[in-house]
T-cell receptor, first 113, second 113 residues
Framework: AQSVTQPDIHITVSEGASLELRCNYS??????LFWYVQSPGQGLQLLLK??????LVQGIKGFEAEFKRSQSSFNLRKPSVHWSDAAEYFC???????????FGTGTRLTIIP | KAGVTQTPRYLIKTRGQQVTLSCSPI?????VSWYQQTPGQGLQFLFE???????NKGNFPGRFSGRQFSNSRSEMNVSTLELGDSALYLC????????????FGSGTRLTVV
């Protein structure tokens, strides 16, 4: 079975501060890992994905994520957040031939001035 | 290029009725997936289609069905609506496989009264 845990339901960060959103996964084979972002009333947008290679993955909007196999983690980071980053962030896991993603419950990010 | 288009954006239906939702994927994308998003259950996988064939199906009752046409457009149908079917239904397309990374539509907000 595949699963994703995002332990933080809600995070508040000051504009300009650094950000780290946590994600732990469970998957029986080599995982594909994703981070998506959802703004209110909208669909999800792909930030980045990882399958193999360099364990530090660069995405759009200045985000990056680091895959740590030993910790079954795929945490999302950004060095300096902007007010426009306020949204809900979802981590997801899947596998080749599976044709479905399992999403975490999401982390809502609030940015304060 | 045009994104994933879902119609309608909003629907209000009565218990016991049926509903059909439509999704037009990005041009050239052949895989279409459907997800149900609710505050309580989060994002739940419904099914995935490729070249008019269902490749994977989630754990939803038979009242939920879908299909894909030769132009890759997809529809999902929910029969005998229940109050619990109220949700945001998201369609996502990808080039060939879910692991390519999805492009999501903005969703159809279904309210069952």
């Amino acid at each position: 079975a595949q699963s994703v845990t995002q332990p933080d339901i809600h995070i508040t960060v000051s504009e300009g501060a650094s950000l780290e959103l946590r994600c732990n996964y469970s998957y029986g084979a080599t995982p594909y890992l994703f981070w998506y972002v959802q703004s209110p009333g909208q669909g999800l947008q792909l930030l980045l994905k990882y399958f193999s290679g360099d364990t530090l993955v660069q995405g759009i909007k200045g985000f990056e994520a680091e895959f740590k196999r030993s910790q079954s983690s795929f945490n999302l980071r950004k060095p300096s957040v902007h007010w426009s980053d306020a949204a809900e962030y979802f981590c997801a896991v899947g596998g080749f031939g599976n044709e479905k993603l399992t999403f975490g419950t999401g982390t809502r990010l609030t940015i304060i001035p | 290029k045009a994104g994933v288009t879902q119609t309608p954006r909003y629907l209000i239906k009565t218990r016991g009725q049926q509903v059909t939702l439509s999704c037009s994927p990005i041009s050239g994308h052949r895989s279409v997936s459907w997800y149900q998003q609710t505050p309580g259950q989060g994002l739940q996988f419904l099914f995935e289609y490729f070249s008019e064939t269902q490749r994977n199906k989630g754990n939803f009752p038979g009242r939920f069905s879908g299909r894909q046409f030769s132009n890759s457009r997809s529809e999902m149908n929910v029969s005998t609506l229940e109050l619990g079917d109220s949700a945001l239904y998201l369609c996502a397309s990808s080039a060939q496989r879910a692991m390519d990374g999805y492009t999501f539509g903005s969703g159809t907000r279904l309210t069952v009264v």
